[in-house]
């Protein structure tokens, strides 16, 4: 077809800033999420640990409030570092499921698609598609952990005074950390796991099942070789070793250790164990495919 209006301009606008391009995927990828009901009521209902934990830290510094209810405040949990190391795990358990829920179709599609062309042809890089991937469980995962569990801290720290907030610095620093670190977990083996396996339902058994095969084959090395450094292959017992450590809890999952710090081989383990997912994205996150 014959062009005879040659009026076509490139675009004058304005730029979107080359290190916040990434967010562009989970702006779109929100809209997907959010219109399912089911998932809303579920992101809703994330959120009544957080309220429920305010309550029982308000209650601690309100006598009225418990002479109205008739509670004693000796029944009640205390604030310390194990309620706050109780929360992190409760959440970080919902972001489990939420992970489950939203992560498996957020690369299978676009491979599915062949959509990677078109994201990389744009000034677009691989770790930027990667990260932007990642934003959306890094978000909203974030909403219901450590961001509810700092304003927890700090309002426990309002109460409480500021000397209380000064002495417990650490608590804020182990939910931070320990949030961050299930979180990053999350959201790499679940984009991992969605560049390699295609289809949904596969993908949501296999983030299942990976914690239960790291179970099995911790369990089958600590039986066949009487040992207990079989541990160091069960994700859930390296992630709760961690948790331990920061909330300088009691080793409760009888852990190795190593030297002087007595999870470095939880970390070690885990630093491999998120190496390994790396390497595996990188070899399927390309802009073409070669079919042999």
């Known amino acids: 077809m014959s062009v005879y209006e ?6 004058a606008g304005p730029l979107t800033p080359e290190w916040s391009r990434f967010l562009i995927i ?3 990828a929100y809209r997907d999420v959010f219109a399912s009901k089911l998932f ?5 209902l994330c959120f009544i640990c957080p309220l429920v934990m305010a309550i029982l830290i308000y209650l601690h510094h309100n006598l009225t409030a418990l002479g109205i209810f008739n509670i004693d405040v000796r029944n009640l949990a205390p604030i310390n570092a194990f309620f706050f190391q109780v929360y992190v795990s409760i959440q970080t358990t919902l972001g489990f499921l939420l992970t489950v829920l939203i992560g498996p179709p957020l690369i299978s599609r676009d491979l599915a698609n062949n959509a990677l062309p078109l994201y990389l042809c744009r000034p677009f890089s691989r770790a930027e598609y990667v990260i932007g ?3 959306v469980l890094l978000i909203l995962i974030s909403t219901i952990t450590w961001v509810p569990g700092e304003l927890l801290y700090l ?5 409480e005074g500021a000397g209380w907030f000064a002495s417990h610095l650490w608590i804020a620093a182990a939910i931070f950390i320990g949030s961050w670190t299930w979180i990053i977990l999350l959201a790499l083996l679940s984009v991992t796991i969605s560049a390699w396996v295609k289809w949904r339902l596969a993908a949501s058994a296999a983030i299942f099942g990976l914690f239960i095969i ?8 600590n039986t066949v070789l009487k040992t207990r450094w079989g541990s160091i292959f069960n994700l859930s017992v390296i992630m709760k070793t961690i948790e331990d450590s920061l909330f300088r809890s009691p080793n409760s999952m009888g852990m190795p250790s190593w030297m002087v710090f007595p999870t470095s081989a939880a970390w070690t383990m885990l630093i491999l164990f998120l190496a390994g997912c790396l390497f595996l994205l990188t070899r399927k996150v390309k802009a073409y495919e070669v079919v042999r």
């Open 155 to 159: 309002f426990q720290s309002y109460l």
């Open 40 to 44: 809303t009521g579920f992101f809703a």
């Open 26 to 28: 989970p702006r779109h």
């Open 214 to 221: 790291s179970n099995v084959i911790g369990l089958m090395v």
């Open 6 to 11: 040659h009026s076509y301009k490139p675009y």
């Open 133 to 135: 991937k990642m934003s």
